[in-house]
């Protein structure tokens, strides 16, 4: 048994996806939640400067008593997660795009991926490609510009919805059936996707198998929590304003 938070960090918001699956599943579990969002967007930064971010997040949290850390970010996991492992002493989890569940279901064999430059020219992204879609049409699509308007506030309207657009539309040409939401930040536009894209394509993301993953984690470890109540405390290190909106104003935010 072990009483200490949970520890979840992205570049922005997009984590919160995830916060809301894992509270949902493991609810006696105290959680921090901390937004990098002074350096958002991770999308085009190198892969060292994501390591170097995530484990400056990484130390936060541990610093803060956490006993195991999500990585709620699929930039942050494809680009650091195997050497933060081998450089922390705690139990990790990641995220990753959902290309095995899309490879599995797909009918067409045409599946989209909507991510970030980041994840996508990753060596994980490409193994994970290689090792469960090898026979499968994988039509990757970098999402320039999207977490940058979610982290403003923006998750419908034109300005969306013109991204979306371009993005989604050469995918729909193209027939695929499923679509991977492949960066945390994406499933706050699960509406507007919706409203663009034809029913029968089946849109996936990560947040339940993550959730999942991290009970399992937390068993395997012995490090349960047994706590009636539960604390849940969110810091950011830029504007509060975003994380504000997407908790609609019901927790207080902590700068650092
Ligand atoms: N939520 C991050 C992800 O899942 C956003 C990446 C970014 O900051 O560009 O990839």
Redesign the pocket.
């Known amino acids: 048994m072990n009483n200490s938070p949970i520890g979840i960090f ?6 919160i996806t995830i916060l809301n699956s894992i509270k949902k599943i493991l609810p006696n579990e105290n959680i921090i939640y901390l937004s990098d969002n002074l ?7 190198s892969k060292d400067k994501i390591y170097k971010l995530s484990s400056k997040n990484t130390q936060f949290l541990i610093d803060n008593g956490c006993k195991l850390i999500v990585v ?7 680009n650091s997660i195997e050497e933060l492992r081998s450089n922390f002493k705690i139990p990790f989890i990641g ?1 990753e795009p959902a290309i095995k569940p899309a490879a599995i279901q797909t009918k067409s064999g045409m599946v989209g991926v909507l ?5 996508l020219s990753s060596r994980l992204f490409s193994k994970t490609v290689n090792d469960h879609a090898k026979n499968i049409n994988i039509i990757e699509q970098n999402a320039e510009g999207l ?2 308007l979610i ?1 403003k506030g923006f998750f419908d309207g034109n300005k969306i919805e013109k991204k979306l657009k371009k993005y989604l539309f050469p995918m729909v040409d193209k027939g695929i059936d499923h679509l991977v939401l ?5 499933p706050l536009l699960i509406k507007t996707i919706r409203s663009l894209i034809p029913k029968n394509i089946k849109i996936i993301d990560s947040g339940k198998a993550v959730a999942k993953q991290t009970k399992i984690l937390i068993q395997k470890n012995n490090i349960e929590s047994n706590l009636i109540e539960v604390k849940y405390l969110f810091y950011c290190n830029g504007s509060p304003k975003s994380l504000n909106t997407i908790l609609n104003n019901k927790f207080a935010i902590n700068s650092i």
Request: net charge negative; with cysteine; charged share 15%.
């Open positions: 992205d570049s922005g918001i997009g984590g350096n958002s967007p991770y999308g085009n930064k709620a970010c699929n930039t942050a996991t494809t995220i991510a970030t430059k980041g994840t977490v940058e982290e492949g960066c945390t930040h994406y």
